[in-house]
C-alpha cells in the first residue's frame, strides 16, 4: 500500500493503492534463455517485455490445439475405421465368417484377455 492520496478523498487516513491499470499483475518465472529471446522478440516488433509476453501468450494461444476429448460418439467412429482398414487388408478370399472373426479378435483383442481389459463392463459376481 501507498500512502499517497490520489482518490480525491483528502480526509481519509487509510492507505490508497495507486493503479496504473485495469489488469492484474503477473509474475513470469522463465530462463534467461528464453527471457533474452522474448527481449529480441519485443526489440523487434518495439514492445516492452510485458507486452510482448502478453503478445506472445495471445499467439500460442490462438493457434493453440483444442483439448482432444474421447467420446463415445469417437471412440465408435475410431473402431469402425479400425474395422474398415482392417477389413481392407484381409485376403479377400477369406469366407465372411472367418473375415469378420478375425476383424473381432483385432478390434477386441484375444478372448483370454478380455478380463483385463478396462473399457469392458465387467461380468456380474456371483
Known amino acids: 500500500m ?4 490520489d482518490t480525491g478523498k483528502r480526509d481519509s487516513t487509510a492507505p490508497v493503492r495507486r493503479r496504473t491499470g485495469l489488469d492484474a499483475i503477473s509474475a513470469v518465472k522463465m530462463s534467461e534463455g528464453l ?5 529480441a522478440w519485443a526489440e523487434a516488433y518495439q514492445l516492452s517485455r510485458s507486452d510482448a509476453i502478453c ?5 500460442g494461444l490462438k493457434i493453440a ?32 465368417d472367418e473375415r469378420e472373426r478375425r476383424i473381432r479378435r483385432l478390434t477386441e483383442g484375444p478372448p483370454e ?14
Open 2 to 5: 501507498i500512502d499517497v492520496s
Open 35 to 39: 527471457t533474452a529471446t522474448v527481449d
Open 55 to 59: 503478445r506472445l501468450v495471445e499467439l
Open 65 to 96: 490445439p483444442a483439448p482432444a476429448h474421447t467420446t463415445a460418439s469417437d471412440a465408435a467412429r475410431i473402431e469402425e475405421i479400425a474395422m474398415h482398414e482392417i477389413d481392407r487388408l484381409l485376403d479377400p478370399a477369406l469366407p465372411a
Open 113 to 126: 484377455f478380455s478380463h483385463e481389459r478396462i473399457d469392458l463392463p465387467k461380468p456380474p459376481r456371483t
